[in-house]
């Protein structure tokens, strides 16, 4: 997974999602009738990640847009940890496709983290709340608008 530097935004590109849009275009035969299906926000190499050893110094809040998979990489460990990763749920939360806060549970803990103090770690979350919110509003998004398809 590629990211960025603490807090900076970083696009993924979704070549699924590409890849879906060219199958489509084509309208070949059973492959017209082909249907999205996108299940997760996290990088197909990160399932290859031994567990263990304590986790790495930072960690990485995802959004999912329209064309990419926003990524904000933030320290998770030391004095900045609490500045850092509200700075990060800020560029997330300030993005022109940033759904708003109501769209999903996961777009509301990024609000909630956004708005929380930078000396006060209280909702700041850890790995696992990170990932659960990026999957929140990645599977939100997803639900939204595969009967558009």
């Not at 489509?24 to 492959?31: K, S, W």
């Not at 399932?47 to 930072?58: H, S």
């Not at 800020?90 to 930078?118: H, K, N, Q, V, Y």
Request: aromatic fraction near 8%; hydrophobic fraction near 35%; charged fraction near 20%.
């Amino acid at each position: 997974m590629t990211c960025c530097s603490c807090g900076d935004p970083h696009d993924e590109p979704r070549a699924d999602w590409d890849m879906w849009h060219e199958i489509r275009a084509a309208r070949r035969g059973p492959l017209s009738r082909l249907g999205y299906g996108d299940y997760g926000v996290q990088a197909p190499a990160a399932l290859a990640t031994e567990p263990g050893g304590g986790g790495p110094p930072w960690g990485v809040l995802r959004y999912t847009t329209d064309r990419s998979f926003v990524l904000c990489k933030m320290l998770n460990a030391g004095p900045d940890r609490t500045a850092s990763i509200r700075v990060a749920a800020r560029r997330i939360r300030d993005l022109p496709d940033f759904r708003g806060a109501t769209a999903s549970a996961g777009e509301t803990w990024l609000r909630d983290c956004a708005d929380g103090p930078m000396t006060d770690g209280e909702g700041s979350g850890n790995h696992t709340q990170w990932l659960w919110a990026g999957s929140a509003q990645h599977m939100t998004y997803v639900v939204r608008f595969l009967p558009s398809t």
